[in-house]
């Protein structure tokens, strides 16, 4: 007998299934670490922190009384407002016919969990703009803590890294440890901007063309004192005009000083980290896996705080 595939067609297989499971790929989450977490918190959803102003320097005159003025106080409010859960069931028919059936199951807690943590570095970084007041430079003791980019259609350039520098200086936040997360279109407005490109004009930057711009999340060059990270979950979206800049597709790129302690920029607290529950539901037939988590951050220092939003449509 031959054996050709004319003559044999059912001895072969025309589609033939993998034991592997293609994954999407995951970029790197960064947010909590410019958190400081509240301690004193043990229950309840609200907690009130009180501040004191500075004291006031009068001139005195020889003989006359001395004149007594109030210090300024205020009160920092923090509420938990998010409670999230991620849930996946599978079907008991599903297990007894399914050749991917345990691995499905396998991916159920990790998925659920990187999904809930995607939501907090999200929340993380959507909190400036709930700190501030939109269209507005929110200008701290002359510096601009809300503005537009400055380069190409309203991109950015290397003189918004100093501006924002100049804003934190002039709120007299430290400015050691600066940190600037932008979007992944910032970050090709810099590679693409002529002055770098160019190298005979900055030598600083030679390589760019060869190496690119960043590794993994981070430039590997420091702008203006900023080391930069890049995030895909910055704000979006923002239609803003701004010292007569306008955005429509805006990205609220953040810049601030990551000195630990109470100079960080965000506060907050996670009530109950993520917490797996399963159990087999008999009345469907099924096996149910549910992740539940509750927390909430919040801008804790405006100051220490400078938003620059860039449109995101330029790139091409």
């Not at 991620?86 to 199951?105: G, L, N, P, T």
């Not at 200008?139 to 918004?160: A, L, Q």
């Not at 919040?298 to 995101?312: A, G, H």
Request: hydrophobic content about 35%; overall charge negative; some cysteine.
């Amino acid at each position: 007998m031959a054996f050709t595939v004319a003559n044999n067609e059912h001895l072969i297989r025309s589609n033939l299934w993998s034991r592997d499971l293609k994954r999407l790929l995951e970029d790197e989450l960064m947010a909590m670490r410019f958190v400081r977490m509240i301690t004193d918190f043990p229950d309840g959803t609200t907690i009130n922190i009180p501040s004191i102003g500075q004291a006031e320097v009068l001139d005195y005159d020889e003989g006359q009384a001395v004149r007594y003025t109030a210090m300024d106080t205020g009160n920092f409010t923090f509420t938990i407002t998010q409670y999230k859960q991620s849930a996946a069931y599978i079907s008991e028919k599903m297990k007894q016919d399914s050749f991917y059936a345990q691995d499905v199951v396998a991916s159920f807690v990790p998925r659920q969990h990187r999904a809930i943590m995607v939501a907090i570095e999200t929340r993380i970084l959507n909190r400036p703009t709930a700190g501030q007041t939109t269209s507005n430079l929110n200008t701290i003791n002359g510096g601009d803590h809300r503005f537009v980019g400055s380069g190409t259609s309203e991109t950015i350039s290397p003189k918004d890294f100093q501006r924002a520098r100049f804003a934190l200086h002039k709120a007299n936040v430290p400015l050691n440890n600066l940190v600037a997360i932008v979007d992944p279109s910032v970050e090709y407005a810099l590679a693409t901007s002529t002055n770098l490109v160019n190298v005979s004009n900055n030598k600083s930057w030679e390589g760019i063309v060869r190496d690119g711009m960043s590794t993994g999340t981070r430039f590997l060059f420091n702008i203006y004192g900023f080391d930069v990270y890049v995030s895909n979950y910055l704000e979006s979206g923002l239609a803003e005009t701004i010292g007569g800049l306008t955005t429509t597709t805006g990205k609220a790129n953040l810049f601030f000083s990551a000195t630990p302690g109470d100079t960080l920029p965000f506060v907050g607290l996670i009530r109950q980290p993520p917490k797996v529950e399963s159990e087999f539901n008999k009345d469907l037939q099924r096996e149910e896996y549910v992740t539940t988590c509750r927390y909430d951050f919040k801008l804790y220092r405006p100051e220490n705080m400078v938003v620059v939003i860039t449109d995101d449509d330029q790139v091409s």
